[in-house]
């Protein structure tokens, strides 16, 4: 049953959607909305940092208040430093947010100050819910997101500027993932740029008794509204993971009109549909993947590659929706710009590190009004390389500069007690072992299970039997010797594994989370 609150949003949300869907925007006034934004970027900043310290229990401002800052302060390091370095020094001071932090897992310690974080007090006030979306999952309990129609808006804006920068203005689009979050916003950004996606191609039925009646009834009132907002969104195709039939059938159908055909989704569903075209023979050239929601590694982009399709990888989180989008000279499997109207980014220097702010961890902070969530220098568990290296794609040349690849979570990728580089995990279970044994990326997984909080983690090699018949112990040792392959923490914890027997080897397919991702390091619990 749907709650009070639900059905209120829910009213809130079909009153609001057809001006919304009838009122599309043109790319001339998508680049005006993308230069204003730049022209103003230092104000917007210090007006999200005055909202962030007036909410009602901010740990912004009890942050602030222990550093002895004030707003005062930050704008006269904006000044002199601009907006990264007013961030970098608040960085410096303490005036921030770990993962854990944020997601009030953890409390935050900051010397003699203590205290655990209100969910309550990061949600934007002025913000308008249209509905909710919830975080994944993959990194613990799944998170609630409120949801505005301006917050759509205005991603909607980054979104079609970056596929216009790759010649995607008149491609035909459609969308993979599991009813809720991106299921819901993607298509409605697609069409505020007057391109609706044609289809929405789901993993998991609507009628599942699992699935949350908010989600349910939210597909069902979107595709309604659209329908009476005279701009149609389509309803939900069913595609089971063993069975892309479907997907393949509307890329054939778009390419016999003489189309492009745009599949949004994760970077894994990407990889897996191009390996059953290849094993159909089914001709997909051409054909866009945007490929979010996972690491776009080596393996996957080459799978796509593989049969003449464009992998075009994309970082976002539910709480920023789209962050950066694939650069058109790519150097690297992930190369993306990082789309700094929106959203600023800083790192900590060299010696300045802390287990929950690791090298290379990403600090972001919200700028637009519209946020759903006032992030302030705050990390969701993601590391990367940043660069200003020149390109010159249509990506710079909208004005995003900032360039990020080798993008990875350092926060969920801890099996039995040993801690992974998601980076090495990935080579290892996408390079290494199908080179000695055989199969492919997404072929092989690691599991960790937990029956109860006091029981010891049970760790598994999951192979999928497509894989063929093999020595397991052979596997295990290889597997071991791989990952243990360099010096310190990660070289002892595989001797231990090795002397336990802890790693068990499990012939089954992979795992996948709720909404369809499959995870380097799967946590069953």
């Known amino acids: ?23 599309p925007l043109s790319c001339d006034a998508m680049r005006a909305i993308l230069r204003e934004r730049f022209e103003r970027r230092e104000a917007r900043f210090l007006a999200a940092v005055d909202l962030a310290l007036a909410i009602p229990g901010s740990p912004y401002a009890r942050l602030f208040a222990h550093a002895g800052c004030t707003a005062g302060d930050v704008a006269e390091l904006a000044a002199r430093d601009g907006v990264e370095g007013a961030l970098a020094a608040l ?34 006030p002025h913000s308008t819910v249209h509905g909710l979306a919830e975080t994944s999952g993959s990194r613990g309990a799944r998170t609630p997101v409120p ?69 349910r009834w939210g597909a069902r009132a979107l595709r309604a509204g659209s329908l ?31 189309g492009i055909p745009h599949l949004w989704g994760y970077a894994s569903t990407a990889a897996r549909i191009c390996r059953s075209a290849a094993e159909l023979g089914a001709d997909i050239r051409g054909t866009r993947f945007t490929m979010g929601g996972e690491p776009t590694t080596p393996a996957r982009r080459a799978a796509v590659e593989a049969v003449g399709a464009v992998a075009l990888p994309r970082m976002g989180a539910t709480e920023t929706d789209i962050l950066s989008y694939a650069c058109g000279s790519s150097r690297a499997a992930d190369d993306m710009h990082f789309l700094d109207d929106r959203h600023a980014l800083v790192q900590p220097a060299p010696g300045e590190e802390t287990p929950g702010t690791p090298s290379g961890a990403m600090l972001l902070t919200s700028l ?3 946020a759903p969530l ?36 350092f926060d969920k990728l801890t099996a039995g007690g040993m801690n992974f ?23 092989w997984q690691l599991v960790e299970r937990m029956d109860g909080p006091r029981a010891a983690p049970e760790v598994s090699l999951v192979v999928d039997p497509a894989v063929g018949p093999l020595d397991e112990s052979r596997v295990a040792a290889s597997f071991l010797d791989a990952i243990g392959g360099g010096e310190g923490g990660e070289r002892i914890m595989a001797r231990q ?23 380097h390091v799967f946590h069953e619990r």
């Not at 079609?160 to 979050?181: C, F, I, K, S």
């Not at 907002?229 to 016999?256: E, M, N």
Request: hydrophobic share 40%; net charge neutral.
């Open 374 to 409: 006032r992030l302030l220098n705050v990390c969701l568990g993601d590391r990367a390389t940043v660069s200003t290296q020149p390109c010159g794609c249509g990506l710079e040349l909208e004005g995003w500069g900032l360039h990020i690849q080798d993008v990875r979570s």
């Open 147 to 215: 949801l505005d129609l301006a917050f759509v808006r205005d991603h909607a804006v980054n979104t079609h500027l970056a596929l216009v920068a790759h010649g995607g203005g008149d491609w035909a689009h459609a969308h993979h993932g599991a009813p809720g979050g991106t299921a819901v916003t993607n298509p409605l950004e697609f069409a505020k740029g007057g391109r609706p996606p044609e289809r929405w191609f789901t993993p998991v039925a609507l009628d599942l008794p699992e699935l949350s009646p908010r989600y």
């Open 368 to 370: 637009l009004p519209s």
């Open 228 to 258: 009476l907002a005279g701009v149609p969104l389509p309803g939900p195709t069913l595609v089971p993971f063993d069975d892309d039939s479907a997907v393949l059938a509307w890329i054939a159908d778009v390419r016999s009109r003489g």
């Open 1 to 23: 049953m749907l709650s009070r609150d639900d059905l209120t949003t829910g009213l809130r949300f079909l009153a609001a959607l057809p001006r919304f869907l009838r009122t």
């Open 421 to 443: 580089l998601d980076v090495d995990v990935a080579r290892v279970l996408e390079e290494t072992m199908p080179a000695a044994f055989g199969g492919r990326a997404g072929d």
């Open 91 to 124: 960085l410096r001071a303490g005036v921030y947010l770990t993962c854990d932090e944020f997601k009030a897992r953890a409390p935050v310690l900051r010397g003699s100050l203590r205290f655990t974080v209100d969910p309550a007090s990061l949600v934007n």
């Open 497 to 519: 594994w090795h002397g336990t027997g802890m790693l068990h080897i499990v012939r089954e397919p992979p795992r996948r989370t709720t909404t369809g991702k499959a995870p």
